[in-house]
């Protein structure tokens, strides 16, 4: 393993050189820790991607996907649904894993609650939910001050989301936008079919369609879409692959393609021709969009030394 990483690791970073030398400049790794850094940030992005696809080739526990069950992995659970041909069930813990995220201190715990009812008799499963969204809201909000206790929390691209029914930020409405957004079309499996008919089969088209489709959802703006769809991806539902960064509405990854292409994340370098560059970076590297995306928001964070960042 140690070894495909060092030869991935030289090859990406030919591939760099490859793209200066092509025209592009890239001063925002002129120095070697800065390229070397962003290789490495590359490569765990190329990793995390890879994950959801290794652990669909291993056998699945079925605690996975049960709530009460300590070892309860929404994303897990997902590859489990899918690989059983409820495909429903497994976009909907796609959405939740999405929404609610995975926290630092208490991983899972919140979306495992919730999904779980908190160990009540019926879990909110899609069949429950899709018929009475209104149901699951009215719930979490009677159920907030115990959702939010023991250290729940939501993942970090999502820590500004709310349990509290009085907020504008409320989670309930969140979930009952999703749902109606889905039922538009009658379910999941028709919505990702009619996104691909579509778009004749073009899996980056269908991933553009989609993607301002879901402005309907409440809340979930650049990273909660492009997180959520390109997990659907890796879950194996539908052949879609992200077709850009979405640079215009990002924060992270538009400072870091500032400090890329223009030597500081201040660069005064507008979002669309940041966006025409990374197209140009992407073709000579062939990463996929959501490596760049993942890699350069992480690398802006840290550009001269490598740092594991999660959530």
Not at 4 to 27: A, C, I, S, W, Y
Request: proline fraction near 3%.
């Amino acid at each position: 393993m140690r070894e495909q990483h060092e030869d991935l690791k030289q090859e990406l970073g030919l591939k760099l050189t490859r793209v200066e030398q092509n025209g592009l400049f890239l001063p925002g790794i002129a120095a070697f820790e800065n390229k070397s850094t962003l290789v490495k940030q590359m490569i765990e992005s190329i990793r995390r991607v890879e994950y959801v696809a290794a652990i669909s080739g291993r056998n699945i526990s079925a605690d996975r996907a049960d709530p009460s069950s300590e070892h309860f992995d929404p994303i897990r659970a997902a590859v489990l649904k899918r690989q059983s041909g409820d495909i429903e069930e497994a976009c909907w813990l796609v959405f939740l894993a999405t929404h609610f995220g995975k926290a630092s201190s208490t991983g899972w715990q919140l979306t495992k609650d919730v999904y779980g009812a908190l160990g009540g008799n019926h879990n909110w499963s899609w069949p429950r939910v899709s018929f009475d969204p209104t149901a699951m809201s009215n719930w979490i909000g009677r159920n907030q001050l115990t959702l939010r206790s023991d250290g729940r929390k939501f993942g970090n691209h999502r820590k500004y989301e709310s349990l509290d029914p009085t907020k504008s930020n409320w989670t309930g409405e969140v979930i009952e936008s999703y749902v109606n957004w889905v039922m538009q079309y009658g379910s999941h499996a028709e919505l990702f079919d009619d996104a691909l008919n579509q778009s004749n089969g073009d899996e980056k088209l269908a991933f553009r369609t989609l993607y301002r489709s879901m402005n309907e959802v409440k809340r979930f703006g650049r990273t909660g879409k492009f997180d959520y769809l390109t997990m659907i991806a890796k879950v194996g539902v539908s052949n879609i692959d992200a077709d850009s960064t979405y640079m215009s509405e990002a924060t992270g990854p538009l400072k870091g393609a500032r400090l890329l292409f223009g030597g500081r994340t201040t660069a005064n370098l507008s979002a669309a021709m940041l966006e025409q560059k990374v197209q140009e970076l992407e073709s000579v590297l062939g990463v996929g969009m959501q490596v760049i995306e993942d890699s350069l928001c992480n690398w802006q964070k840290s550009p001269n030394r490598f740092i594991k960042f999660r959530g």
